[in-house]
């Protein structure tokens, strides 16, 4: 027999209604008693078919109940079942994407910058340089041929038993004519690519994405005779001339593009500065949410002068591209096991001429006097061994205009601007 008790009136409301809830709870107990008593006893008039021990009804897990949920049934009166075994992992699940979604956006950012990308992109290097059978060549690669829509009409080997690795495979060569030179523009694409943003340089902060800006200090570090004078910015003392301005392109590389980067213009590198640090994704939708990210990320820059005063072209590692070669750089190592947290290797190219010669490789023999490595318009640079970033800032006079859209796609030898 149920047992009804007395609610007091006044100040007792909240005491009446849980032991309205607990009545409630112990009718449908009750009820349910009855029911699998009944059930039984059909199951032994049958013959004994199917018998279940009382005790498993008894004895059933059931998951608590998520703060919300129970919320929700207090308000409601009513009494939630528990789900079936089989929506429970589900249930979880959603529970937990709607958790992080709702988690603040430093504690995701510091939760995926916590993960072991360097790691992860040393074993994605090795495993690039295993040798694969010739029967289970064609199969892998034309399945990343489809996934990323790779043109392998425009590669100079087509032939996809030819590349041994996948590492051979991303860093394919490309047939000499289908990246002509624009010669109407004195800056031209180093990648192909996406562009992710461009434009002037202002307040010494460079846009990655709109609207999500890294320091320009950070990014290059500090230049030889850099003045304490704190009434000059970062950005003017780059300049070599007040009446010129400073410009950036950002091209984003995707997985399945071709992965050389080139010389965007007739220039001469002076110093190489590698920068260790993290390898996240530099994917457009993680740069709009992981602020500085080319500055966290492990880079190579390139600095020195063009015609107009300033040029600096800095790959970007990420993800699954830590290895960054430069064609005529044979002593940078990227992507090593320990390094500084904040630290950057400087190498000079002024005045070592022979040392940089010899070390061309698959760019060819460069140009190198005292002044440093003279680079031709479209020669090639360097690779990565996956899709990446290129930052590229310059010096140029104010009338320079780009002719580029936000998101446009382009190739290598396209042009970026013109005066």
């Given at each position: 027999m149920v047992r009804f008790f007395s609610q007091r009136r006044g100040g007792g409301g909240g005491g009446g209604r849980r032991q309205e809830r607990d009545l409630l709870r112990q009718v449908r107990r009750r009820q349910q008693r009855a029911t699998d008593g009944e059930r039984?006893?059909?199951?032994?008039?049958?013959?004994?078919?199917g018998v279940r021990p009382r005790t498993a009804a008894r004895f059933r897990l059931q998951v608590p109940r998520l703060a919300l949920r129970r919320r929700l049934n207090a308000l409601s009166g009513g009494v939630c079942r528990p789900a079936?075994?089989?929506?429970?992992?589900?249930?979880?699940?959603?529970?937990?994407l709607s958790v992080s979604a709702l988690r603040p956006l430093a504690n995701r950012v510091a939760l995926y910058r916590s993960f072991p990308t360097r790691l992860l992109s040393r074993a994605?290097?090795?495993?690039?340089?295993?040798?694969?059978p010739t029967w289970l060549r064609k199969p892998i690669y034309s399945l990343y041929i489809w996934t990323f829509g790779v043109n392998m009409q425009e590669a100079a080997v087509e032939d996809l038993h030819h590349y041994r690795n996948l590492g051979e495979f991303f860093r394919r060569r490309l047939?000499?004519?289908?990246?002509?030179?624009?010669?109407?523009?004195?800056?031209?694409?180093?990648a192909?690519?996406?562009?992710?943003?461009?434009?002037q340089v202002k307040n010494s902060e460079v846009e990655q994405v709109k609207g999500v800006t890294?320091?320009?200090?950070?990014?290059?570090?500090?230049?030889?005779?850099?003045?304490?004078?704190?009434?000059?910015?970062?950005?003017?003392?780059?300049?070599?001339?007040?009446?010129?301005?400073?410009?950036?392109?950002?091209?984003?590389?995707?997985?399945?593009d071709y992965h050389c980067f080139h010389s965007p213009a007739d220039w001469r590198v002076e110093l190489r500065r590698h920068f260790p640090g993290s390898l996240m994704s530099v994917n457009p939708g993680v740069a709009r949410w992981v602020k500085e990210l080319f500055v966290l990320n492990e880079r190579v820059a390139l600095t020195g002068q063009w015609q107009h005063g300033f040029f600096s072209l800095t790959a970007v590692g990420a993800t699954n591209v830590g290895s960054i070669r430069v064609y005529f750089d044979q002593e940078l190592q990227t992507n090593a096991p320990r390094y500084n947290k904040?630290?950057?290797?400087?190498?000079?190219?002024?005045?070592?001429?022979?040392?940089?010669?010899?070390?061309?490789?698959?760019?060819g023999v460069v140009s190198v006097d005292a002044g440093g490595v003279a680079l031709e318009k479209g020669e090639a640079v360097g690779?990565?061994?996956?899709?990446?970033?290129?930052?590229?800032?310059?010096e140029a006079p104010k009338d320079f205009s780009f002719s580029l859209q936000p998101g446009q796609r382009i190739r290598v030898g396209e042009g970026l601007g013109s005066l």
């Open positions: 039984e006893g059909e199951r032994d008039r049958g013959g004994g078919r079936p075994w089989r929506r429970r992992p589900i249930a979880f699940l959603c529970y937990a994605w290097g090795r495993l690039n340089g295993v040798e694969l047939k000499p004519a289908v990246r002509p030179l624009c010669s109407s523009s004195c800056l031209i694409s180093p192909d690519g996406k562009i992710l943003h461009f434009g890294y320091s320009l200090e950070n990014f290059l570090g500090p230049q030889q005779g850099q003045s304490n004078d704190s009434s000059s910015s970062f950005r003017d003392h780059l300049l070599s001339s007040p009446d010129n301005e400073l410009f950036h392109v950002v091209v984003y590389l995707a997985p399945g904040g630290s950057f290797h400087d190498r000079s190219y002024v005045a070592i001429g022979d040392q940089v010669s010899k070390a061309g490789g698959e760019g690779e990565f061994n996956l899709g990446s970033t290129i930052v590229l800032l310059f």
